[in-house]
């Protein structure tokens, strides 16, 4: 490449270059993927990544030992804090909704067939997941509704009888649903330490596997539609830029350039 050539290029383009990205052999974007169908899984990680950026925010202000005052000076004081928090909310939300949909919109397809059958244990383990930690950070505002949710979780927990519930219920819920209601922080604090804690284990986690899901993606490719489609054209994986990329790929480009 000319020095010319060098002095053209963007910055984001000049950072992608020197970590390799460009000389990654994504395969093309075949003709059939230009349908809203296909992005469903680039906008749940485009709604997952914005969440974790907005929760990493939220963790600098957030206090266990006093939860809901704490969330209401979040909203009143910090700078932009109601945006931020409600922005994560609302994108927990998206994340969920638009989760349901590409589920079931590949198990229509048959998308879990062969041989995508570990892809879609993946991702029903993705969703549950996503499931637990909107439960553990939707209870971490300690509002009435996010006590109730963990007395009714915990009774739910216990309740099944199966050997051990007990204490599964005491390591995810530590000294109790009681507790959120205690006149002592340091009580309160246990509770909401361990909220916390499992909340972020599972994003965590939701990463770890969204790395594999997104990996089998890129090795299988993505499944077209049953029916004949004339735009489809066969296609042989190739190196490429990030404008050749799948929708998975070009959604956290987007997202990386947005956040420089």
Same mark, same amino acid.
């Given at each position: 490449?000319?020095?010319?050539?060098?002095?053209?290029?963007?910055?984001?383009?000049?950072?992608?270059?020197?970590?390799?990205?460009?000389? #990654?052999?994504? !395969?093309?974007?075949?003709?059939?993927?230009?349908?809203?169908?296909?992005?469903?899984?680039?906008?749940?990680?485009?709604?997952?990544?914005?969440?974790?950026?907005?929760?990493?925010?939220?963790?600098?202000?957030?206090?266990?030992?006093?939860?809901?005052?704490?969330? /209401? #000076?979040?909203?009143?004081?910090?700078?932009?804090?109601?945006?931020?928090? !409600?922005?994560?909310?609302?994108? #927990?939300?998206?994340?969920?909704?638009?989760?349901?949909?590409?589920?079931?919109?590949?198990?229509?397809?048959?998308?879990?067939?062969?041989? +995508?059958?570990?892809?879609?244990?993946?991702?029903?383990?993705?969703?549950?997941?996503?499931?637990? #930690?909107?439960?553990?950070?939707?209870?971490?505002?300690?509002?009435? &509704?996010?006590?109730?949710?963990?007395?009714?979780?915990?009774? &739910?927990?216990?309740?099944?009888?199966?050997?051990?519930?007990?204490?599964?219920?005491?390591?995810?819920?530590?000294?109790?649903?009681?507790?959120?209601?205690?006149?002592?922080?340091?009580?309160?604090? /246990?509770?909401?330490?361990?909220?916390?804690?499992?909340?972020?284990?599972?994003?965590?986690?939701?990463?770890?596997?969204?790395?594999?899901?997104? &990996?089998?993606?890129? +090795?299988?490719?993505?499944?077209? &539609? /049953?029916?004949?489609?004339?735009?489809? +054209?066969?296609?042989?994986?190739?190196?490429?830029?990030?404008?050749?990329?799948?929708?998975?790929?070009?959604?956290?480009?987007?997202?990386?350039?947005?956040?420089?």
């Amino acid at each position: 490449m000319t020095e010319t050539q060098e002095k053209k290029k963007g910055l984001i383009d000049q950072i992608l270059d020197r970590v390799g990205v460009t000389e #990654a052999p994504f !395969f093309k974007t075949p003709d059939y993927m230009y349908n809203i169908s296909y992005w469903l899984g680039a906008m749940v990680s485009g709604a997952f990544i914005y969440t974790v950026i907005t929760g990493l925010f939220l963790l600098l202000y957030y206090m266990p030992a006093n939860p809901y005052p704490q969330t /209401q #000076a979040i909203i009143n004081t910090v700078p932009f804090g109601s945006v931020i928090l !409600f922005s994560h909310l609302y994108g #927990a939300y998206i994340m969920i909704i638009l989760a349901y949909i590409h589920m079931f919109r590949n198990f229509y397809k048959g998308a879990y067939k062969k041989p +995508r059958e570990l892809q879609w244990v993946t991702g029903v383990l993705l969703l549950a997941l996503t499931m637990g #930690a909107s439960f553990f950070g939707y209870s971490l505002v300690s509002d009435v &509704l996010g006590v109730n949710a963990i007395n009714i979780g915990e009774s &739910l927990l216990v309740g099944t009888g199966f050997p051990g519930a007990t204490t599964i219920a005491n390591w995810l819920f530590g000294p109790g649903g009681d507790a959120a209601t205690a006149s002592n922080p340091l009580v309160k604090s /246990q509770l909401f330490d361990r909220l916390l804690g499992w909340h972020i284990i599972m994003v965590f986690l939701i990463g770890v596997l969204f790395g594999i899901h997104f &990996l089998m993606s890129e +090795r299988y490719g993505m499944t077209h &539609l /049953q029916r004949r489609n004339p735009r489809f +054209r066969h296609f042989t994986p190739r190196r490429s830029g990030p404008s050749l990329m799948n929708g998975g790929q070009e959604t956290l480009y987007i997202c990386f350039q947005l956040c420089l």
